[in-house]
């Protein structure tokens, strides 16, 4: 009987092995790298950072603000994920983020912010991909028409805009 399991064993570990290791739970980019994530995070993909493409960010829950903003005239529609799911793919765990833009641009966003807002990580204005020099690719932007204390420049300087890099802190 001991020989017929190790013979099982044998023929059944190749079908069982993969079953043991679950998929990650970051796809890896199949494109260009539009953000990477640094720091206090569990689920990485590239060495000790999770990055994306814009693929995986519009594979994720689509939210839109309709909102003024100090930058462009009028109501501008931003489209993307909730930065607080995008956080929650990459399991960060810390009190701040520190977004960093394509121009070196950096601002500190309280973590507790992307909850209490819903912030969107906006990868579309106006239902278009924003080129570079439309702030582009990536856009923090806070719902700003929803509360009085959100038209600000305390929250106008946490919207980064170029977004490249997030380290949690």
Not at 40 to 52: E, H, L, P, Y
Not at 148 to 166: F, V
């Amino acid at each position: 009987m001991q020989k017929l399991h190790r013979i099982l064993l044998i023929f059944a570990l190749p079908l069982i092995a993969p079953c043991a290791h679950a998929d990650p739970i970051l796809d890896q980019p199949t494109g260009k790298v539009v953000l990477t994530i640094r720091g206090q995070i569990s689920n990485k993909n590239r060495d000790n950072d999770a990055v994306f493409d814009m693929a995986m960010l519009s594979k994720l829950p689509q939210h839109t603000i309709a909102t003024h903003t100090p930058w462009l005239p009028g109501i501008s529609k931003f489209t993307g994920p909730y930065l607080q799911d995008v956080l929650a793919l990459v399991g960060a765990r810390g009190k701040s983020l520190k977004a960093i833009a394509l121009n070196d641009y950096k601002t500190d966003i309280p973590l507790e912010d992307v909850t209490r807002f819903n912030v969107v990580l906006a990868r579309l204005l106006n239902d278009k991909p924003m080129p570079v020099r439309d702030k582009g690719p990536l856009f923090i932007v806070y719902p700003y028409d929803s509360q009085l204390a959100l038209r600000s420049e305390i929250y106008y300087n946490r919207s980064a805009w170029q977004l490249k890099t997030l380290q949690v802190e």
